[in-house]
């Protein structure tokens, strides 16, 4: 699985982040500012603060709504809506859904599977990225030299 996700977190780099908070002591909003600050472009994704900006961007109501090519549909709402965002994301041809920790949806991921599109779940982008490519472990940093 580290292999998968250090390719995916490798070769994709525009994030449509579902479900980001306009407060920003929020895991979600936590994550795509770390992700922005590696490289990635990030779109939050929030039909409550559509039309507002979080973290400089631009806030939409549905994927479907985003004007740019989406590689990863990265998705911080309950695991009863993943179904649709994984609908979403094929609309938008996007190439991973991934489901942030404590989310699954064995409905998603076969629709997705069926489609070719790469699926991660009960995973956080911030801590994969921190233990694949910085060599942090998210849970103990203090004991990092």
């Known amino acids: ?5 250090k390719e995916i977190l490798s070769k994709y780099k525009t994030i449509a982040m579902v479900g980001v908070s306009k407060d920003d002591k929020k895991p979600s909003t936590i994550v795509m500012k770390y992700m922005q ?3 990635f472009k990030v779109i939050p994704v929030n039909p409550s603060a559509k039309g507002q900006k979080i973290l400089g961007e631009e806030v939409y109501e549905k994927l479907e709504d985003i004007k740019i ?10 695991s009863a809506e993943a179904l649709k965002f994984a609908e979403g994301g094929i609309k938008i041809d ?3 859904l991934w489901l942030q920790l404590g989310i699954r949806s064995l409905e998603a991921k076969k629709l997705v599977e069926s489609k070719n599109i790469e ?3 009960n995973r956080c982008t911030k801590m994969e ?17």
């Open 1 to 5: 699985m580290n292999d998968k996700i």
């Open 37 to 39: 600050k590696y490289g």
């Open 69 to 78: 090519p989406i590689d990863i549909v990265d998705v911080f709402r309950p």
């Open 94 to 96: 996007a190439k991973v």
């Open 119 to 121: 699926y991660i779940e």
């Open 129 to 145: 990225y921190q233990k694949l490519f910085l060599n942090i472990n998210p849970a103990f940093p203090v004991l990092q030299n």
